[in-house]
Nanobody, 128 residues
């Protein structure tokens, strides 16, 4: 049973930073492309960023480009989301997701239907 567990969320002031982590267990981490999505109250789930199995490819949603950085440590079965210059509109529940295979391309990683496993999510609140 593949499990994804996020951590690192919390309350931060606008302009601040947070780093989210997502630990994957129960599967072979290097077989999964990873993504982060977020969902704010009353809004649809939104693609934040994704990273290929070997970290060669990274993809970002337009609203976070230049502020957020995704990375992964295959020795720790963990994917990270470094969030800088946070804005109140970044407030949401952030979830990580795992995609089997070695697909690449922003159109693939931004499509939530491509993902096989999801974490429960962690709340990020940015105050103004």
């Amino acid at each position: 049973q593949v499990q994804l567990v996020e951590s690192g969320g919390g309350l931060v002031q606008a302009g601040g930073s947070l780093r989210l982590s997502c630990v994957v267990s129960g599967g072979t981490f290097t077989n999964y492309g990873m993504g982060w999505f977020r969902q704010a109250p009353g809004k649809e789930r939104e693609f934040v960023c994704g990273i290929t199995t070997n970290s060669w490819g990274t993809y970002y949603g337009d609203s976070v480009k230049g502020r957020f950085v995704i990375s992964r440590d295959n020795n720790k079965n963990t994917v990270y989301l470094q969030m800088n210059s946070l804005k109140p509109e970044d407030t949401a529940v952030y979830s990580c997701a795992a995609m089997r295979g070695t697909a690449w391309g922003s159109s693939v990683y931004s499509d939530e239907q491509q993902y096989d496993y999801w974490g429960q999510g962690t709340q990020v609140t940015v105050s103004s």
